[in-house]
């Protein structure tokens, strides 16, 4: 167990930098950075990106702890942020690979004097068979850095295996088969490695070798792979091979960079010991004040402003967040979604400016009441591409829409009749049931784009009420779209065997019937935010577990439905929940989307977040500063 490892930070020094404790904050920042700055950096293989994914981790790490529900889940927490942030690194990349296809795009390969194998190799010291490990890894599979970065970690004893799983979004035993794939995958590489390094060499393998660009890539591994097993002469040279998990053992985190941990406060030290945490201080709020000309933003403590390095995020900022900034980062997030008047009240806090109007309440495919307007309503800027919800027409529900900050909606039908779509995000089309399986609704699915949610709730009757044969017997006319489709949304019971969703793809996959994503809907009987949060995790995990298929959660929240009544949580317990069950649903990896039920506010549908095109609710505000 490295010294560094498991015990930092405490649960007491998250508590307190949650409750907006300064110095608590810097040294949970300060804590993390190097369990974060080794995985980003083993992950990316030493691109030159690493400081500034590590940047955007622990900006978001600062932004969302007073959303953590666990302080004692912390570590978990921050594994999972920084793997999704690795993820949407190497998203941005393939999309500026596929852009730059044909151009000199340097900026996009990994920058030979910060290769992390090569640093771990130079900075730790590593000699003989632990050397080669290191220069093995750099022949792995793309997909496999990933994991790499978190196994290396769990060897060392800086993180476990359940660790592992809830940042991969995978059940352990799954993670165990991958472990293994790549162990081989790392052993034959050794076997490479210590090949190619023989002196004297062999023949064969300079001929095998004579068009090789000396760049290591998984293609390359494969063929000198084959030659070094088919080889008597290199074969024989692994034969002392130690195994790879006992030369890992005890090998501690790879040494922050010089100048980087110099600047930090307490990087080397317990946190829990570097001060006694004090009853929490409420955060300092930013200055608005004008900065002198050509002069930085700065922070109360003389540092760049932390709006400064978000927006800008030049290199090197890791060390200006870990020297002071960390508060001045937690001030603005907070002001985010607080109030000036109320420092201690989130912004959904605020009473609405009206009370609700009575609307139309929730229907299937609603009516035409209005004309579309011919110019969109412009919408504020999308908290995250997974944030949508769930919209019938009701007076103003394009200007709600617009300023709900969501970046896609549905109207469990193929059109939005009356409902403009904000610049900036994007219309989902659905076909509800068996009857709107019609060649005119499939087309205007297929021209609405390119994904298609399918039968809602079929298992009830006030819904499309179909069974699981009449369903497989409608999907080729769906496949036929060409659209990427989504399992039909069922009402409860996704994960449960012989349930009707599991009956479903079954059929599916026996009569290899296309299904891309699992769809669901859940809604909390339990009022008590932490308990209801985790019991939506739980269901997410159970479904994705059974079927492992990107999730989409296309209708959620707190309602208690009772002898055909409902019954819902105050304003106060509803907002809670959306904002801590958001907060949740961004760190699991297989959560695609998710749309809460639904955008109008009325006497019957008391989850809404407006009640006219301006007026939004406790909830509606939640909604807004939600990611």
């Given at each position: ?206 001929a095998v070798t004579a068009e090789w660009d000396g760049t290591p890539s998984s293609l390359w591994r494969k063929r000198l792979a084959r030659h070094v097993r088919d ?238 044969e009449q369903a497989l017997d409608l999907w080729p006319q769906l496949m036929a779209t060409g659209s990427k489709l989504g399992s039909p949304a069922v009402a409860w ?77 105050s304003q106060e317990q509803q907002a809670a929940f959306l904002t801590a069950a958001t907060a949740m649903l961004g760190q699991l990896s297989y959560l695609q989307r ?34």
């Open positions: 167990m490295s010294s560094a490892g498991r015990a930092l930070p405490d649960v007491g020094l998250v508590v307190a930098a949650r409750q907006g404790d300064q110095r608590a904050l810097d040294d949970v920042v300060a804590a993390s950075l190097p369990l974060v700055y080794n995985i980003v950096g083993r992950a990316l293989r030493g691109h030159a990106d690493v400081d500034d994914v590590v940047q955007e981790t622990l900006v978001r790490v600062i932004r969302y702890l007073p959303a953590l529900n666990d302080p004692a889940a912390y570590r978990s927490w921050l594994v999972a942020i920084t793997i999704r942030q690795v993820r949407d690194w190497e998203t941005r990349r393939r999309v500026a690979l596929n852009r730059d296809a044909g151009l000199d795009a340097i900026h996009n390969v990994p920058d030979p004097a910060s290769d992390f194998a090569g640093m771990t190799i130079l900075r730790l010291g590593l000699t003989d068979q632990r050397r080669e490990v290191a220069e093995a890894t750099r022949w792995l599979d793309p997909d496999d850095q990933e994991l790499l970065s978190l196994w290396w970690l769990e060897e060392t004893g800086e993180i476990d295996r359940n660790e592992v799983a809830d940042a991969l979004g995978l059940s352990p035993g799954h993670v165990a088969v991958r472990i293994h794939r790549m162990k081989e995958q790392i052993q034959s590489a050794r076997g490479v490695v210590r090949a190619l390094r023989a002196r004297p060499g062999c023949p064969d393998l300079r080889c008597a002469f290199c074969g024989s040279l692994g034969n002392t091979l130690l195994p790879i998990d006992r030369l890992l053992a005890g090998l501690p985190l790879l040494p922050l960079p010089a100048g980087l941990g110099a600047q930090l406060p307490h990087a080397g030290t317990p946190a829990a010991a570097a001060h006694a945490v004090g009853p929490p201080s409420p955060p300092t709020a930013p200055a608005t004040g004008p900065t002198p000309a050509g002069a930085p933003p700065t922070d109360a403590g003389g540092g760049p402003s932390v709006v400064d390095l978000a927006v800008n995020r030049p290199r090197g900022l890791v060390p200006s967040l870990a020297a002071g900034v960390a508060a001045a980062v937690l001030a603005i997030t907070m002001a985010v979604v607080i109030l000036p008047d109320d420092p201690s009240a989130p912004s959904w806090a605020a009473p609405p400016s009206a009370p609700p109007t009575a609307v139309a309440p929730r229907s299937v495919a609603p009516s035409p009441s209005a004309r579309p307007s011919s110019k969109a309503p412009v919408a504020p800027a999308a908290s995250s591409t997974r944030k949508g919800v769930g919209v019938w027409n009701f007076a103003g529900a394009s200007q709600a829409l617009a300023t709900s900050r969501a970046s896609w909606y549905y109207t469990w039908g193929t059109q939005h009749p009356g409902i403009s779509t904000p610049r900036g995000a994007t219309f989902v089309p659905m076909i509800r049931s068996a009857e709107n399986v019609t060649a005119a609704e499939l087309t205007r699915a297929k021209a609405a784009g390119p994904y298609l949610l399918t039968f809602n709730e079929p298992d009830i009757p006030e819904q499309a009420n179909m069974t699981v019971g996704a994960p449960d065997p012989q349930g009707w969703l599991d009956r479903f793809m079954t059929g599916a996959q026996a009569r290899g019937h296309r299904v891309d994503f699992i769809t669901l809907h859940w809604f909390g009987a339990d009022f008590t935010t932490a308990a209801a949060v985790d019991q939506l995790r739980q269901y997410l995990q159970a479904v994705y577990q059974r079927y492992r298929k990107p999730i989409w959660l296309t209708e959620f929240a707190l309602i208690r439905f009772d002898g055909g009544g409902q019954q819902f949580p998710y749309a809460w039920f639904g955008l109008p506010a009325t006497d019957k549908d008391r989850s809404g977040l407006f009640s006219n095109g301006n007026d939004a609710t406790l909830v509606g505000r939640a909604f807004q500063a939600a990611r």
